[in-house]
């Protein structure tokens, strides 16, 4: 096995060894938890899955003046200004980090099946190496890597800024995702990232504008993911643009573009809305367990509960989400509704038969009256234009994406902030990628750190103030490094 390095030059490995990263994600065809699974699914009459997201930003603030100040983990500044808001609540978050790779080795101990899937963006890695708390990379190695723990424990990947798909520059985007995978294989390995299949959007947010989702979906695709997790209500039936009407089974989401184009991915969906406590109290075993076996595709198969939820955030996933954990693992395991990882479900699935083109075919919503509108093949003009008529004679319809929320937006009211984040991202394209510059190179190391910590959610989504200035602050720095190499 090839061993990384897991910074460079001070900055976490995010690029220059692609085809080395395209190599092991090109295995992702080859079953890789179906094989070592103690789950029997053709008798079970249901399964759920949960995963548990982790983020921090890393934020200019390091020093009292924003201009000169280092950047660090925004943990490392809850930790060292401990009287300011919630942030004493550091040292919970930190045993939040590392705690499923403590939960999970004492329940095979104790002969229970544990399964958890994991997203953790790459901001927040690098913060917590950077901090020095190698503990949590320690209890985090052993579930990725240890074959006795391997089977219980799916990451899902993710983009390595935290960045929202529906307002982020299509190759930008891109760049994110690649980034992640440098960053986890230099972690955990090779082989672990092989086993990476899942893809957990930022913020739940999915592109509906079709030649943006389209783009998403041929991003994940290319960098050999083979699923997507969506928000229920971000998706609609492509027959008839109405609601979901299974959503405990796998569905298709077929992105097609303005040019005619169209690709496909299997996509799990997340039902009920974002509050945590629905993981916490691990409410998707209970609603499975009211759940039998269903027909897709003429086949009998188990349905499958999907929940994700904020891993650290809120007193209810610091406090109630162990012993719900622990009580829940002891009484489903070697039940009739086992807690799965969704990998190891679709692997079976695939294993009798039920491939992507059987399943359901849905789209992001409101593109249904997009279609039943463009003429096939059209081209990005002709949408451009149907789309502000139809913003004209309706002013509900939006093409800036769905998330885990209905009302918030991740374009309108972002202007302090998304204007800075769009001059950099066309520089970086002029001065770093157009020019060709080689991605191993130094230059394109720390031009491309900047651009993508730059775009991290959060400097959207806390909205003005201090979110914006740092947001703003990044973007300068990273124009000063991009005018000054070039």
């Given at each position: 096995?090839?061993?990384?390095?897991?910074?460079?030059?001070?900055?976490?490995?995010?690029?220059g060894?692609?085809?080395?990263?395209?190599?092991?994600?090109?295995k992702?065809?080859?079953?890789?938890?179906?094989?070592?699974?103690?789950?029997?699914?053709?008798?079970?009459?249901?399964?759920?899955?949960?995963?548990?997201?982790?983020?921090?930003?890393?934020?200019?603030a390091?020093?009292?003046?924003?201009?000169?100040?280092?950047?660090?983990?925004?943990?490392?500044?809850?930790?060292?200004?401990?009287?300011?808001?919630?942030?004493h609540?550091?040292?919970?978050?930190?045993s939040?980090?590392?705690?499923?790779?403590?939960?999970?080795?004492?329940?095979?101990?104790?002969?229970?099946?544990?399964?958890?899937?994991?997203?953790?963006?790459?901001?927040?890695?690098?913060?917590?190496?950077?901090?020095?708390?190698?503990?949590?990379?320690?209890?985090?190695?052993?579930?990725?890597?240890?074959?006795a723990?391997?089977?219980?424990?799916?990451?899902?990947?993710?983009?390595?800024?935290?960045p929202?798909?529906?307002?982020?520059p299509?190759?930008?985007?891109?760049l994110?995702?690649?980034?992640?995978?440098?960053?986890f294989?230099?972690?955990?390995?090779?082989?672990?990232?092989?086993?990476?299949?899942?893809?957990?959007?930022?913020?739940?947010?999915?592109?509906?504008?079709?030649?943006?989702?389209?783009?998403?979906?041929?991003?994940?695709?290319?960098?050999?993911?083979?699923?997507?997790?969506?928000?229920?209500?971000t998706?609609?039936?492509?027959?008839?643009?109405?609601?979901?009407?299974?959503?405990?089974?796998?569905?298709?989401?077929?992105?097609?573009?303005?040019?005619?184009?169209?690709?496909s991915?299997?996509?799990?969906?997340?039902?009920?809305?974002?509050?945590?406590k629905?993981?916490a109290?691990?409410?998707?075993?209970y609603?499975?367990?009211?759940?039998?076996?269903?027909?897709?595709?003429?086949?009998?198969?188990?349905?499958l509960?999907?929940?994700?939820?904020?891993?650290?955030?809120?007193?209810?996933?610091?406090?109630?989400?162990?012993?719900?954990y622990?009580?829940?693992?002891?009484?489903?395991?070697?039940?009739?509704t086992?807690?799965?990882?969704?990998?190891?479900?679709?692997?079976?699935?695939?294993?009798?038969?039920?491939?992507?083109?059987?399943?359901?075919?849905?789209q992001?919503t409101?593109?249904?009256?997009?279609?039943?509108?463009?003429?096939?093949?059209?081209?990005?003009?002709?949408?451009?234009?149907l789309?502000?008529q139809?913003?004209?004679?309706?002013?509900?319809?939006?093409?800036?994406?769905?998330?885990?929320?209905?009302?918030?937006?991740?374009?309108?009211?972002?202007?302090?902030?998304?204007?800075?984040?769009?001059?950099?991202?066309?520089?970086?394209?002029?001065?770093v990628?157009?020019?060709?510059v080689r991605?191993?190179?130094?230059r394109?190391?720390?031009?491309?750190?900047?651009?993508l910590?730059?775009?991290?959610?959060c400097?959207?989504?806390?909205?003005?103030?201090?979110?914006?200035?740092?947001?703003?602050?990044?973007?300068?720095?990273a124009?000063?490094?991009?005018?000054?190499d070039?």
């Open positions: 096995m090839t061993t990384l390095p897991e910074t460079i030059d001070y900055l976490p490995n995010i690029c060894l692609e085809r080395l990263i395209e190599g092991a994600t090109a992702s065809a080859t079953p890789a938890f179906l094989p070592e699974s103690s789950i029997d699914f053709d008798t079970i009459k249901s399964a759920f899955a949960i995963a548990l997201h982790m983020h921090q930003p890393l934020i200019p390091a020093g009292a003046n924003l201009k000169t100040a280092g950047i660090i983990s925004n943990l490392k500044y809850m930790f060292d200004n401990p009287d300011v808001g919630d942030n609540n550091a040292p919970v978050f930190h939040c980090y590392k705690r499923m790779g403590e939960f999970i080795p004492q329940q095979v101990r104790d002969g229970k099946r544990p399964r958890v899937m994991l997203d953790y963006s790459g901001c927040l890695l690098h913060g917590l190496r950077q901090m020095g708390l190698h503990d949590v990379f320690d209890a985090l190695k052993t579930i990725t890597c240890d074959p723990y391997r089977p219980c424990v799916e990451w899902l990947g993710s983009a390595w800024g935290h929202v798909a529906p307002s982020t299509v190759q930008d985007y891109r994110h995702v690649r980034a992640w995978q440098h960053h294989a230099a972690m955990f390995g090779t082989e672990a990232l092989s086993r990476v299949r899942g893809f957990s959007p930022a913020e739940m947010a999915l592109p509906n504008h079709p030649d943006v989702c389209h783009e998403f979906v041929k991003t994940l695709k290319e960098c050999g993911y083979r699923w997507v997790l969506v928000q229920e209500h998706v609609e039936q492509v027959d008839d643009g109405g609601p979901i009407r299974r959503p405990h089974l796998p569905h298709r989401l077929v992105a097609k573009s303005s040019r005619g184009e169209t690709l991915i299997i996509a799990i969906v997340k039902t009920q809305g974002s509050d945590t629905l993981v109290q691990m409410q998707p075993y609603e499975a367990k009211g759940l039998s076996r269903t027909e897709l595709g003429g086949t009998s198969v188990p349905p509960v999907t929940q994700i939820a904020d891993g650290e955030n809120g007193g209810v996933m610091m406090n109630e989400f162990p012993p719900k622990h009580q829940v693992i002891a009484e489903c395991s070697g039940s009739d086992p807690i799965v990882n969704v990998s190891e479900y679709l692997e079976y699935l695939e294993s009798i038969g039920m491939t992507e083109e059987r399943f359901p075919a849905v992001p409101m593109q249904h009256r997009i279609w039943d509108q463009f003429n096939d093949g059209a081209g990005p003009e002709a949408l451009s234009e789309i502000r139809l913003k004209s004679d309706d002013d509900r319809f939006q093409m800036e994406g769905g998330s885990w929320t209905n009302d918030v937006s991740w374009v309108r009211g972002y202007a302090e902030v998304l204007g800075p984040m769009e001059s950099l991202s066309a520089l970086f394209a002029d001065k990628l157009a020019a060709g991605t191993s190179d130094s394109y190391r720390n031009a491309l750190y900047h651009l910590i730059s775009q991290t959610s400097y959207r989504y806390w909205g003005r103030g201090i979110w914006t200035d740092y947001g703003r602050e990044l973007c300068r720095r124009t000063e490094i991009l005018q000054h070039s």
